[in-house]
């Protein structure tokens, strides 16, 4: 049960003392007005749009270990505009199949119970997602962000050869679904806390706990158990907010996840968490794995080849370009900084 109410007093010195002290100043001093929500509260009045009964069925099915192609085809083949879209994902050239896949069933067959589920758990929710009018917000941009952050955490799974890869892509993809919903229940109060955000660059996070005492991530897992996801995307995405540069946790799938966060979002002309993400990638993988540089290659290749199907502009910048002006940057202030 979440009952923590919006309020300053909450807040502990250091950076969250910071925080609350600029987004004061960027609402003008006063959040007395703000200090009457609680996150039950906001969540138990808030119009949450119910998952299509395909993906429901679907993901019902994917509770039991012995299901297949057959049964996982079952829900899909009776919502013909489901149908169609699981169709035209097989056959595009992500998996570039020599043949036209005809069949559903067949379609599972060749990309894997897990990839299927993903997809449609991808386009149910995204479907459902609020576009708000507040502020800065801007709901492709979300689209292209997680889009890029589940890339990444499902390449680390194939990396670590980790059985829950697309798992972890489903859970980076949805980490921050909440947010729509709340800039859509309370669009005052998340323009000033998007603009906090982006003019103090810090996570959105960090400013929500500093002024509301809870975070999307919290209002995520409440979703996600609305829906009944799989419990396990429920764990990763209540823990996506760690430092994983930092964080002492012997869950990796929950660390790839972490780590996904970091990526920045498209939004942003500077990447503000590199250092943090340099970081927790090194921590983390060491001797024997890739370089930064190499795995956000193929994120981006891979980007570039599942967007479309999805209906998702490229970024401006690759995440590479993104790596290398800032990694270039800070190769070039070095030798001034050891001068002064």
Known sequence: MITRALSPLRVSAGISGMVIAFTQRKIGGDMSRLQTF??????????????????I??????QDPEAGPAEYAVPIEADPGLASQVLRFV???????????????????????????????????????????????????????SLRRALFAREMGKICRLEESEGLFAAALLQDMAVPLLAK???????????????????????????????????????????NLPDRFIELIA???????????????????????????????????????????????????PNVAEVLQRVDEEFAEIAPLLKINI???????????R??????????????
């Open 57 to 62: 069925h679907l993901l019902q099915v994917s």
């Open 315 to 325: 970024p401006a910048k690759s995440l590479v370009e993104i790596h290398q002006e």
């Open 38 to 55: 609680s996150l039950d509260k906001l969540l138990a009045n808030a119009q949450l749009p119910a998952l299509p009964q395909s993906a």
């Open 327 to 340: 990694s270039g940057a800070e190769a070039m202030a070095e030798p001034v900084a050891q001068g002064t």
């Open 91 to 145: 056959n595009s050239s992500y998996f570039g199949f020599p043949r036209e896949i005809s069949s559903v069933k067949q379609g599972i067959t060749l990309v894997g119970t897990k990839t299927i589920k993903n997809f449609v758990l991808w386009s149910a929710v995204f479907s459902l997602m609020p576009c708000p009018k507040c502020g800065p917000f801007d709901l492709r941009s979300l689209w292209q962000d």
């Open 185 to 227: 229940e309370v669009p005052d109060l998340y323009v000033q806390l998007l603009t906090a955000r982006n003019e103090g660059q810090r996570r959105l996070s960090t400013v929500e706990r500093a002024v509301c005492g809870w975070d999307h991530a919290e209002a995520a897992v409440w979703v996600g158990r609305k829906w």
């Open 239 to 289: 823990t996506h907010l760690l430092d994983a540069s930092e964080a002492q946790n012997s869950d990796l799938g929950a660390m790839i996840v972490a780590l996904s966060a970091s990526l920045p979002p498209v939004s942003d002309a500077i990447w503000h968490e590199q250092p943090r993400f340099d970081a927790g990638y090194a921590r983390l993988f060491r001797q024997g794995f």
